[in-house]
């Protein structure tokens, strides 16, 4: 049976990350994505498009949406990237929006959810709310490449930190990034 996804997009910089995972995701499974207000106009600076993917598109407004409830099936969500305060609301339970709340939905039926965050320096805040978010079950994961495969792009550097997103939402055929053989 085709995988289903829910790609959220907050407002960090990094837009980029979801632009290569949406670019892996779309082609092999059914996705689900909502962009903040804000995500949109980073997304804007950074000169980044995410539309025109073959993908369900739905406002973050919209909590009567399908992926809102928890009896609508799919596989795990990602938020990429992901801001502190939505880290912060995610952690908290503070489900007022399309994205947060299907966070909360993944929390609570169990289901992969994953945090790409993104913020420097980091305050004790965010620290304790990623710390809360994975004692919620959330996997937390820093937007933060490897450089031991020695990149020599952008594109090498984002490849990297989406390939392990993807690996994470059990998407492992991916082809992204080198894997370490030894
Ligand atoms: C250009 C720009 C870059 C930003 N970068 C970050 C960032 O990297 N990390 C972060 O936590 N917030 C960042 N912010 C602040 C968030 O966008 C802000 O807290 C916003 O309320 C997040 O809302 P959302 O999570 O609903 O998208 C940035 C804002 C702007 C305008």
Redesign the pocket.
Known sequence: MEKEFVVG??????IVYARRLLEVLCDRARVHIVV????R??AG??GVDLAGFDAVYAE?SNLAADIASGSFRYDAMAIV???????S?VSRGFAD?L??RSADVCLKERRPLILL????PLSRI?LKNMLAADEAGATVMVASPPFYQRPETIDDLVDMVVARVLDHLGVVDHGLGMRWSG
């Open positions: 997009v907050t407002g960090a910089s990094g903040s207000d804000v995500a106009q980073i600076i950074e973050n990237p992901c801001s502190m305060k939505t880290l609301a929006t994205i947060t965050v993104r913020e420097m965010h």
